[in-house]
């Protein structure tokens, strides 16, 4: 099993910032992706930014430019560092293990409102 921990939503103006961070424990091994999800009310969980354990980096258009995804593997956590948030950003973002086995793990999800 894997715990996740989201933490780091909440209340920002249009242009600022956030960084939500997911610390993960438990059975932390043979893991082939940590991404980040998210779903606005009465939208689909669409998929935001993601890391292979090999490095490789991908984000949902909507994103590209402003959301940086990274992961510190001593401390087994990632980050997403948010920049020039919308209001389209809005929603619960959720942190996501795949492991090679297409086990996959979710965190409880952490809120992020983009409001003036």
């Known amino acids: 099993q894997v715990q996740l921990v989201e933490s780091g939503g909440g209340l920002v103006q249009p242009g600022g910032s956030l960084r939500l961070s997911c610390a993960a424990s438990?059975?932390?091994?043979?893991?082939?992706?940590r991404r980040w999800y998210r779903q606005a009310p009465g939208k689909q969980r669409e998929l935001v930014a993601s890391?292979?354990?090999?490095?490789?980096?991908t984000y949902a258009d909507s994103v590209k430019g402003r959301f940086t995804i990274s992961r510190d593997n001593a401390k087994n956590t990632v980050d997403l560092q948010m920049n020039s948030l919308k209001a389209e950003d809005t929603a619960v973002y959720y942190c996501?293990?795949?492991?090679?086995?297409?086990?996959?793990?979710w965190g409880q999800g952490t809120q992020v409102t983009v409001s003036s």
């Open positions: 996501n293990i795949l492991k090679y086995s297409s086990t996959e793990y």
């Open positions: 890391i292979l354990t090999n490095g490789i980096i």
């Open positions: 438990g059975s932390i091994r043979s893991i082939y992706a």
